[in-house]
């Protein structure tokens, strides 16, 4: 349904008077990545790694520099008006904030009924009301909620809303970013439970992005770790936790807090091996693998070379432990990294 080709994203930053003009910033760098019907994949990195601006550039919310968006066969970035229309109906976002993405001016009758106008040709008020009706109740809302405005809703009750505009013109792909991260955990939970019945009913393909790797790994079938723009790792989730094969990875799964004192222990150890150090400038990216400068297994070629993504037995990886070195040959790097940081 959804397939990505070696997409970039460059920002030019507004020149300053008197100021030398500034190096454009390389936000999303070669990303490739396929999404099936059904199927759900979620997207983690820290901030800065570029993960909002793959949702935008997906969406078509900001330009791409090169590369192709292929939906269904076609390449979004070379839509026309009456196209764009097409595929903004089959292609929605829920996005970060609820407090900002919802008009305060409107009713959540207008909020989600607008899209149904405008998307599926209903004008009739109370037609269109009653479809707004069974949207909000399949997102745990009442119909009282109709006639009310964002402010006299929750943040919890926000993102439902948002999640039912979403689904309001049946889409096809839905892309949730960071729609989770302005709740409580209690809210989290039912919004990441309500998104899989939805998901299970209607056959959606979703893309879910979110810092919080227990969340992603209760929600996603397969999960790509993105880093300063590039897509380091794609595996399937199981396998991926388990088995990372690149020393990114591994350090964001060594970061995840566990409730047993004996376990955060062993892995004290593991987290320390990894070079406390800043990520580079997306603006001045270094000419090998920008995560050299804190990977505690570097070798001299990382500092030189970006790595192609190396196949491995559940997806791919861009590190040169799988192509030089000790040639892990898409083999976990825990192991690996262990050894090291004993050493």
Known sequence: ML????????????KKLLSPAAKPVKALNGVSFSLGPGQTMGLVGESGSGKSTLAKAILKLTDVHSGAINF??????????KDSLSFRKNVQGVLQDPYSSLNPLHD???????????HLG???RDTRNQRVRELLTLVGLSADFLERKPHQLSGGQRQRVSIARALAVEPKLLIADEATSALDVSIQSQIINLLKK?????????LFIAHDLEVVKHIATDVGVMYLGYLVELGKTETLYSEPTHPYTKMLLASIPVPNPKQQEKRKALRQSFINA????????????????????????CKKEMPDPTVTANGFSRC????????????????????????
């Not at 269904?72 to 008006?81: A, F, Y």
């Not at 998901?199 to 393909?205: F, R, S």
């Not at 580079?280 to 001299?300: E, I, K, T, W």
């Open 320 to 343: 040169h432990l799988h192509t030089s070195g000790p040639k892990l040959d898409g083999e976990t790097v825990v192991d690996f990294i262990k050894k090291q940081a004993h050493t």
């Open 3 to 14: 397939e990505l080709d070696n997409l970039h994203v460059r920002y030019t930053p507004t």
């Open 108 to 118: 959540v009758g207008v909020i989600v009924g607008d899209p149904i106008t405008r």
């Open 198 to 206: 939805i998901q299970q009913e209607k056959q959606l393909a979703l």
């Open 122 to 124: 209903i004008k009739r």
């Open 278 to 301: 800043e990520p580079p400038s997306p603006s001045n990216l270094p000419m090998g693998c920008p995560f050299a400068n804190r990977c505690p297994v570097a070798m001299d070629i």
């Open 72 to 81: 269904e066969g076609q390449d979004v970035t070379q839509l026309n008006r």
